[in-house]
């Protein structure tokens, strides 16, 4: 309907909720100059060929709209057509040529589609463009020769796709280029030597290419250069000298490539200097004692620095300056770089101690001091940094202990090995996440020969006098039987004490029944045998106790809870109110609970026994080819003796309806917060 309104000259439609396909019909609208249907969810559709009838249309903006297919070739019947936007869509197939005859267009945004081909054959005769980007698609062949000759080009992004040849050196003549880039592509060559000279430069970005030769010297001829990114290249020769002097140099990023010679002096000196990334160069020089102050990351390693290193950044985050030749001593005073995150001077010449100061750096979480010539202990307050996660002095002269401290350490990466450490490291060190920390240490020693194969911690050998030898045998004789009576006194000792205490703990106990039972607490006590041990974790160990009565035999699980101090009055209450309800749930699926034994130090709850263990000992091959010895035979298994598929359902269900029953029938509710496997029991 709405292409009725024959003199409608504007449509702008974008950023609403509008789907279905747009009709056809609207390219019977003559009038219409300005076309906005961007922004929505539109079915996947081509662009209608009909929007070539709309030779007045000056703009058409259709960017992230669902369309599919190649854009029409009628699109270059549009001479009034000025701003073309169809980015963000699945637009396949070429570039249309007639789009580059459109003399009055100045914007074309084509980026993030799939397009292919070449970018422009022939002659361009839409000088009047301004802005081109075509990234993110799949075009090939080289950067046309007549974007040179565009004397209005301010903007041109090509990046991200699969261009190669070399860069037109016409483009460094058009007076209005602010921003290039021209990132991962397969561009060779060099860049156009006055680049910078004939413009306000603002961006340059080459990035992963095969582009070689030197950097060109006039990138901050305009006096507003701010970016200059062209890592993983080929370049050599040195940083242009203009760039120390370019007050809006924000990032240089020159890394992975073949540049040698020092630093301009006055790069370490831009005040806007944001991000410095220099590594695998030839690059040479001293830094200054202090860095700009806006520097967040400096990356400079597998150069040639040298001179000391830098004590203040108040803002640098990231320090990488491995392998290079710096000397002398780490700053005392890091204070200056409060915000450091990582701090990397691993292979350099550094010698000295390291600085207590490092403690100051709390926001640290890596350390890499591998590979110098630091000498001295580990000072203490490595220890205290609160979020440090990774952790290398190894390769140094560093002696004596380990410090207490570094045992609060929560290290994802430790390595102090081939150092002169010794002494007994930290037990919370001692764990095989850190089996290799600690090699090449001689001195070091752990608190069990089985730890980090180290040798135990232990006393040294004694010396070297000899006694005479009928003394050395009365001493003998008269220690072995002081021994002996030693051994015997204890022995008495520890006997009565127990029978006492027993005797005592027997009668402080307190039992306390949710069903008819033939047993008391002593006999439960009596059971509590390391012969009867059948499992333990966390909360406690659990014993398998056979209790004879008029009856005959029956067999209860008795889960002895850990508790080492007295519980005060309030967790006390609070743990028999606990207990209670699970004595009063009454459940097909949930183990009974027959009663509670209780002392001030002492909490025994005693389960019915099942006697075909846990689903997980079924599951992982620990039960297999029918019961253990003295149990019941379990039904539903297959031939090999493993739990058949409907066996396990039945399980399922059991307890899916255990859980419901005690989440939702029960009252109050009982949240069982530790289903697994194990705590599954299978009953005959």
């Known amino acids: ?89 699945n637009l396949e197939g070429g570039i249309p040529g007639g789009i580059w005859q459109l003399e009055k267009l100045q914007f074309l945004y084509l980026y993030n589609n799939q397009l292919s081909g070449t970018i422009a054959a022939g002659a361009i005769a839409a000088t009047g463009l301004t802005e081109i980007d075509l990234s993110t698609n799949r075009l090939n062949g080289s950067i046309p020769e007549g974007f040179g000759k565009l004397l209005n080009l301010r903007l041109l992004f090509l990046y991200y796709n699969r261009l190669s040849g070399g860069i037109p050196d016409g483009i460094a003549s058009t007076p209005a280029l602010a921003d290039i880039r021209l990132f991962n592509n397969s561009l060779t060559g060099g860049l156009p030597p006055d680049l910078g000279k004939h413009s306000k430069l603002l961006n340059l970005e080459v990035s992963d290419n095969m582009l070689s030769g030197e950097l060109p010297e006039g990138l901050c001829a305009g006096g507003a250069f701010n970016s200059l990114v062209a890592f993983n290249n080929n370049f050599t020769g040195g940083l242009p000298s203009s760039l120390g002097d370019c007050p809006e140099l924000k990032s240089l990023q020159v890394h992975g490539n073949g540049l040698s010679g020092e630093v301009p002096l006055g790069i370490w000196s831009s005040p806007k200097l944001f991000t410095v990334r220099m590594r695998g160069n030839k690059l040479s020089g001293d830094l200054p004692e202090s860095l700009p102050p806006s520097l967040s990351r400096l990356e400079i390693g597998d150069n040639r620095f040298s001179g000391e290193i830098p004590s203040s950044s108040p803002s640098l985050q990231v320090f990488w300056a491995s392998n290079n030749l710096f000397s002398g001593e780490i700053p005392s005073d890091l ?128 010396g070297s006098g000899r006694l005479p030898k009928g003394l050395l045998i009365l001493f003998l004789l008269l220690g072995f039987l002081l021994f002996l009576a030693t051994v015997l006194f204890g022995y008495f000792a520890v006997r009565y004490q127990r029978r ?98 209780s002392s001030p130090d002492s909490k025994l709850l005693v389960y019915e026994y099942m006697d075909n263990g846990s689903l997980y000992q079924w599951l992982h091959g620990q039960i297999r080819g029918g019961a253990a010895a003295g149990e019941t035979a379990l039904p539903g298994l297959t031939k090999e003796g493993v739990l058949s598929w409907p066996a396990r359902l039945r399980i399922a269900v059991g307890a899916a309806r255990g859980l419901c029953y005690m989440h939702h029938e029960c009252s109050p509710p009982v949240v069982h917060r530790d289903v697994n496997s194990s705590n599954i029991l299978l009953d005959s």
Not at 39 to 55: D, S
């Open 1 to 89: 309907a709405i292409a009725r309104i024959p003199g409608l000259r504007e449509l702008r439609l974008e950023n609403n909720l509008l789907g279905g396909t747009f009709p056809k019909e609207l390219g019977s609208m003559a009038a219409l100059e300005h076309l906005g249907l961007a922004g929505n969810p539109f079915l996947p559709m081509e662009l209608p060929a009909e929007f070539g009838n709309l030779t007045r249309l000056k703009y058409l903006w259709v960017s992230e709209a669902n369309l599919v297919g190649e854009i029409p070739e009628r699109l270059g019947n549009l001479t009034d057509l000025e701003h073309l936007d169809l980015a963000n869509n």
């Open 500 to 597: 006492r205490k027993d005797a005592d703990d027997l009668a402080s106990w307190k039992l306390t029944s949710f069903q008819s039972v033939g047993f008391t607490e002593s006999s439960i006590a009596r059971g509590l045998t390391a012969g009867n041990l059948v499992g333990s974790g966390r909360s406690g160990q659990v014993y398998r106790v056979s209790l004879g009565n008029r009856a005959g035999w029956e067999v209860v699980a008795v889960k002895k809870i850990w508790n080492n101090k007295k519980l005060d009055g309030h967790l006390e209450k609070e743990f028999e109110a606990e207990v209670k309800i699970l004595g009063s749930i009454r459940h097909a699926n949930i183990v009974r609970l027959l009663c509670c034994i």
């Open 335 to 462: 204070k200056g770089m409060s915000q450091l995150l990582e701090l990397f001077l691993d292979g350099n010449q550094i010698s000295g101690q390291i600085p207590p100061g490092i403690g100051s750096l709390r926001s640290l979480t890596s350390l890499n001091l591998r590979g110098n010539q630091l000498t001295g202990s580990i000072p203490g307050a490595v220890g205290t940094l609160p979020v440090l996660t990774s952790l290398d002095l190894s390769g140094n002269r560093l002696s004596g202990e380990i410090p207490k401290e570094m045992g609060g350490l929560k290290l994802n990466y430790l390595n102090l090995s081939s150092n002169s450490l010794s002494g007994q490291i930290p037990p919370a060190l001692q764990n095989q996440a850190y089996d290799r920390s600690f090699l090449s240490n001689p001195g070091l020693c752990a608190s069990s020969s089985a730890a980090l194969n180290l040798p135990p911690c232990g006393s040294g050998s004694g």
